[in-house]
């Protein structure tokens, strides 16, 4: 790729040129993963994919379709880069988190390729912001292979449902419980912390529940502080979708709607806790 | 014990709970004949507050039988893991729709389970410890002042003062006048401090009646936190005090609801040897046992009942139908204070605490025989009244004073207050 001294080079030098009427299209959705630093992004014509990891047991990957933005070009099959999510969002909201009513910041985001910073134009009421940001080697990411085939069992709840469940998780406890089953008790949420023990229990018709795929009995605990951060996205979506599959694997899709009535997605995907034994069930 | 909240009540008990997390880190569960009963107690004493939910504030209430020693149940959980479940007011109104407490003895937890909408289930098995009697003894008739407003006044009084303000001043004239001052202590430099005085019509309040002018001195956390209760119950808030020194007794009372808060109020060193004479209390010598030697203690043990007889049982809230079930009792038991009167050291009578924590002592000898079938809650009743029947000088006393270390020389109140130890041994009288 040829180098150019000239700042306003031309479109046809990035591979990857963004705009977007409303920035918090796209920031509050990164806010939805932003529980460390470091975000690898993957896009391709159909979007942008950012993933985030924690741990070797949790990633985060939040998934900005083409269509949000008012413009998207990528000139590569696929472009890849890393960047402080932090730092990243700190520009995007440069502006503020809560413009006045009517007013909103538009973004125009390139990227020239690998070595280059990526560069954010932020435009509100004739102001103009210009941030470049290093980018960093980008890194192997986790592949979980979640498959569909494997799972085992499946349920989509409306998130009002479980938002009050995980702001009040009893942070005391190690481990969240989740036990799926096609009986009683379904689908329960458990914790166990100093305080003893406590159980959240959704009934299978409940009008919370949109769907009910429950093929066997699975009990599965997971770190609650690897999945506390999932609550940032909860808070945003309207559904989200819980998958176990046959080696206890743990993914939670959440639908997010954002301002404009789009919809986006959130992918949280954790490991099981080593396995329980009887006794401690 | 097992009972069922159900509809607005889960809120006004999740309210409750808030509002005892206020005063202390552990909360006494007691589910009595009269109702569920929830206290809590500051760490340094100087705070007690109580709820005593009445059977019909259930839609299902029953207390369970005493275990085969006759021994009711009681027991403390923590303040942390019982408001947990309460914790979120708003969705606490919103999604739950009853609310289940119920005991498991085999588990030994104590289960509270709410059942929201969306057929949603919460289950919380709480941890909980067996635990004494929790019980302040004050006795609000014997309070010179009494007044009574709708929570709203007091609210709106209060939110004047700088959230971080530890203590406020109360005070009130025979000439009506009611005035509210944040506190300062005598370190503080004035010219540096803003003062902030309210002054109250005697017109914003439903009752007003001041035998003597006085100024008492309290914590205002507390104060808020049954503030906010009583605003949110739309019940009007009784203050009953005296002079400085002795407590200051903020109760709540509807027909399903007893609320009884006492607060410590600073005393004024001035006046507080005089209070001593007035309130017909006396210094005494102890009988050989525990506290002897111990000022503090012999001072607390040394306040000899004149109140026996009061129509009130101080501590324990009780509802207006049981009322007339123990107004027998005063005049069955002032038989066995003849002879008590102010200034006539006790012989074997002793005392009467300003708080304890203790369990019953007197069992297997039930002297309250005007409590017909209840030969356990008429003894209880006896203690609340603040005279325990006689005890052998060999009776350890402290068994049933549960470590009440009245003598520490530590401050009562959390962030260096002055209030001192002392302090709190309001003559309850």
Not at chain 1, 174 to 190: A, G, H, W
Not at chain 2, 400 to 425: I, M, N, R, Y
């Amino acid at each position: 790729m040829p180098l150019s001294t000239q700042p306003e080079a031309g479109d046809d030098q990035y591979v990857l040129v963004a705009s977007l009427d409303n920035v918090r299209n796209l920031s509050n959705i990164l806010k939805a993963i932003h529980f460390k630093d470091h975000a690898t992004c993957f896009a391709t014509t159909n979007g942008i994919k950012v993933t985030v990891e924690n741990a070797k047991c949790l990633q985060a990957n939040a998934f900005i379709q083409a269509g949000i933005f008012q413009e998207f070009i990528v000139q590569e099959e696929s472009v890849m880069l890393r960047v402080n999510l932090g730092v990243l969002l700190d520009c995007l909201t440069i502006f503020g988190t809560n413009s006045l009513p009517g007013t909103s910041t538009a973004l125009r985001m390139c990227y020239r390729g690998y070595g280059y910073p990526l560069t954010l134009f932020l435009e509100e009421g004739g102001v103009v912001t210009v941030c470049k940001i290093n980018t960093q080697e980008p890194e192997e990411t986790l592949d979980f292979d979640f498959c569909s085939t494997n799972v085992v069992n499946k349920i989509i709840l409306q998130s009002e449902g479980l938002r009050e469940a995980f702001a009040e998780l009893d942070m005391t406890s190690e481990v969240l419980q989740i036990t799926m089953s096609p009986d009683k008790p379904y689908f329960r949420l458990s914790t166990f912390g100093n305080a003893g023990s406590s159980h959240l229990d959704y009934p299978k018709d409940s009008d919370l529940m949109e769907a009910f795929h429950c093929n066997q009995t699975q009990t599965n605990r997971y770190k609650i502080s690897l999945l506390k951060p999932s609550t940032k996205a909860l808070a945003l979506s309207c559904k989200v979708s819980i998958r176990t599959d046959n080696r206890g694997f743990l993914s939670l899709q959440y639908m997010i709607r954002n301002e404009d009535g789009q919809i986006c997605f959130v992918e949280y995907y954790c490991c099981p806790d080593e396995d329980i034994t009887e006794s401690e069930l | 014990m097992r009972c069922l909240i159900t509809g607005g009540n889960v809120k006004v008990f999740g309210k409750a709970i808030h509002s005892l997390s206020r005063i202390g880190d552990e909360l006494y569960v007691e589910p009595t004949e009269a109702g569920l009963s929830l206290r809590a107690v500051n760490s340094s004493r100087s705070a007690y507050a109580c709820f005593l939910f009445a059977p019909l504030f259930f839609q299902l209430y029953e207390e369970g039988s005493p275990d085969p020693s006759g021994e009711t149940f009681r027991c403390k959980v923590l303040m942390k893991s019982f408001l947990g479940v309460f914790r979120s007011l708003p969705s606490l109104e919103k999604m739950a729709e009853k609310c289940l407490i119920y005991l498991k003895p085999q588990a030994s937890r104590l289960v509270v389970q709410l059942h929201c909408k969306y057929g949603v289930t919460k289950t919380h098995n709480l941890s909980f410890q067996e635990c004494e009697l929790l019980q302040a003894i004050f006795n609000k008739e014997q309070c010179a002042n009494t007044l009574r407003a709708p929570a709203r006044v007091l609210v709106d009084a209060v939110v004047h003062f700088p959230v971080t303000l530890a203590e406020v001043t109360l005070g009130v004239s025979p000439a009506g006048k009611v005035s509210f001052r944040n506190y300062l202590d005598e370190e503080t430099e004035t010219s540096k401090t803003m003062m902030t005085e309210l002054c109250l019509s005697e017109d914003e309040f439903q009752d007003v009646q001041v035998q003597q002018q006085s100024h008492v001195t309290f914590c205002l956390k507390e104060f808020r936190g049954l503030l906010s209760f009583a605003e949110s119950s739309n019940l009007p808030l009784n203050i009953h005090f005296d002079s400085p020194g002795r407590p200051a007794i903020f109760t709540l009372s509807d027909p399903l609801l007893e609320v009884h808060l006492v607060l410590a109020t600073l005393s004024d060193p001035n006046s507080s040897l005089r209070a001593q004479p007035a309130n017909g209390a006396f210094p005494l010598t102890v009988p050989d046992d525990d506290f002897a030697g111990d000022d503090i203690d012999s001072y607390m043990i040394a306040m000899e009942t004149t109140c026996v007889g009061e129509a009130e049982p101080p501590s324990s809230p009780t509802f207006p139908q049981r009322r007339t079930h123990t107004s027998a009792v005063p005049e069955s038991e002032s038989s066995d204070l003849e002879g008590a009167v102010p200034g006539t050291p006790p012989t074997e009578e002793v005392p009467l605490l300003v708080l304890w924590v203790g369990a019953d002592p007197v069992s297997g000898q039930d002297t309250a025989g005007a409590q017909p079938g209840c030969a356990g809650r008429g003894q209880r009743r006896r203690l609340l009244r603040g005279h325990l029947p006689p005890l052998h000088p060999s009776t350890p006393l402290i068994a049933w004073v549960e470590k009440l270390d009245f003598a520490s020389p530590s401050p009562l109140l959390e962030g260096g207050s002055c209030f001192h130890a002392t302090e709190q041994l309001e003559h309850c009288q």
